[in-house]
Structure formats: C-alpha cells, structure tokens
C-alpha cells in the first residue's frame, strides 16, 4: 500500500513539474481600453468634443483618437445595425498621450446628430477602442441621447477573452500538497487497524 501511495505522489508531482509555468496561449498580453466621447454643442456655436481613454493598467495610454459627426437620420433596425448611419458632418484627428483631450469643432444647424470616438493606440500595451454618442444641438446647451457605447477593446483578438487568471501554479502545489497529507492521513489509519 506504502508503494502505491509513493507511486501517485511521484506522478503528481511529474504533472506538475512537467506542466511548467502559466502561459498566456493564444490571448496575447495587451490590455483592453474604453472610450469616452462626449459632445456639447449649441445652435450657432461651435461644437465642443471631449474624448478620453481609460484602461485597467498603469502604463501611459498612447496613439491616436479620431472623432467623427454624423448628421443622423431616423433610426431603423436596419439603420442601428449600421451604425453610423448618416451623412459626415465633421471629422478630426488628434494624438492622445494619456490625458482627455478637448478639441473644438464647427457649427452644426440645430438638429440631431452622432459622435463616434475611436482610439486607435501605439503599437506596445494596448488595444483600440470605438463609442458612440447621440445628441442634440439646440438653441440651449445640447441634451445627450440615450447611453455611450462602450469600446470593445477587441483591437486583435477578435474577442477572445484575455489572460487576466494571472499565475496560479501555487493553486497547484497546495492541491498537490492537499492530497499527499489526505493520502497520507489515510495510510497512517489503514495502518493503524491493521496492527490492532
């Protein structure tokens, strides 16, 4: 019995040494980024656009944010699935280095419209991310519509998740550690009733 015991904790342990360390596999190492646009815009004035980028991560955020107005048109099924759909109204392009970058825009004619913000980043940490931002330009401060889009920050991966489980080889040896005390245990109360 002593050897069977000797026997699975050697090949416990061959499956974890063999099993080397945590790898990423096929999700990469970069790190998911969220957009923000937002607009104010009133009739007769030059549109504001506000754009930030934010990741769970502490390296500086770099690349490049371009901000699109689309004159929107009545929503259809069709036309959401499209998105955007209408005609461009104004387009600008800027670098962003980490901090929420304000860029003036033109004057728009009062009405409806739609803000789409892409982050595409330096090539490094990062992926790319897209939103979305209806609203109204009027003769007051404009009225945002609806919700943001949040970017997908797929960038690459064509969304798969990434490797956020980090290392967990330690989960291993203190299963491996579990079950040789239990076996052990075990052994030792087999034993036992078997000299009395």
């Known amino acids: 019995m002593f050897g069977k015991v000797i026997a699975f904790v050697a090949a416990a342990t061959a499956t974890v040494l063999l099993a080397g360390p945590a790898s990423a596999g096929s999700y990469g190492n970069k790190v998911n980024t969220a957009c923000n646009v937002r607009i104010t815009a009133q009739a007769g004035k030059a549109i504001s656009a506000y754009i930030d980028v934010n990741a769970n991560a502490t390296n500086k955020i770099s690349g490049t944010v371009t901000i699109r107005v689309y004159e929107q048109v009545a929503k259809t099924p069709a036309r959401v699935a499209a998105r955007p759909a209408g005609r461009l109204v104004w387009s600008t392009s800027a670098h962003y280095s980490g901090k929420p970058l304000s860029i003036r825009g033109p004057v728009l004619p009062a009405g409806r419209a739609e803000a789409v913000g892409t982050f595409s980043a330096d090539p ?39 490797n956020t489980g980090g290392p967990s080889a330690w989960w291993v040896y203190l299963g491996a550690g579990l079950v040789l005390a239990g076996g052990s245990s075990v052994y030792a109360s087999r034993r036992r009733r078997l000299t009395v």
């Open 124 to 162: 490094g940490t990062y992926l790319d991310c897209r939103c979305f931002r209806d609203f109204r330009t009027r003769g007051v401060a404009a009225q945002h519509l609806g919700k943001q889009g949040s970017g997908s920050g797929m960038g690459g991966l064509g969304g798969t998740l990434p």
